[in-house]
């Protein structure tokens, strides 16, 4: 059994990370005016994430919700707190504009993640009306009334996925 919880913690990481790198193949796509090799890597990440999603559960690591929402809570300082300062710093070093936009932008959104995790936590019986709103360039995360534009990243409003 333990090696069985390895091999599917392997292919649950392996699957997340197809999954990922599928979607920003399908934008790629999208850009060059390849729309059915889009919606093909479109379908390959959905694919990739339904396995990904099994092969994790089936790790037995899914908990109760206060607990998941304390693993995630532990997750996301630790990457605010220590992964990401750390990171930035290495891309400062190396000149690395792209990747420095990138993580400072992790770094940014880490406490409005953190601040939305531990509402749950205060709260399990939170209110499940309104939307949320996710910014595509910075990631951050507005509820029922976004701002007219990111407050990170100026990015449109309109251009926001909406979370209802
Ligand atoms: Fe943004």
Known sequence: MARTVDNLTKMF??????????????EAADQEGRQGVAKAF??????????????FKATGLVDTTAENLKQ?????????????????QDAVKEDAIQGRHSLEYGLSIAPVIIKLIAKAMNNPDMESEGSYY?????????????SEKCPFCGVDVSQFTEIS
């Open 13 to 26: 990481l392996s699957n997340a990370e197809s999954n990922i790198r599928y979607l920003a193949f399908a």
């Open 42 to 55: 479109r379908a390959l990440a959905m694919s990739k994430m339904v396995h990904a999603i099994s092969h």
């Open 72 to 88: 995630a809570s532990e997750e996301e300082k630790y990457d605010y707190k220590s992964a990401y300062p750390a990171m930035v």
């Open 134 to 146: 996710i910014c595509p360039v910075c990631g951050n995360i507005e509820f029922k009334t976004p």
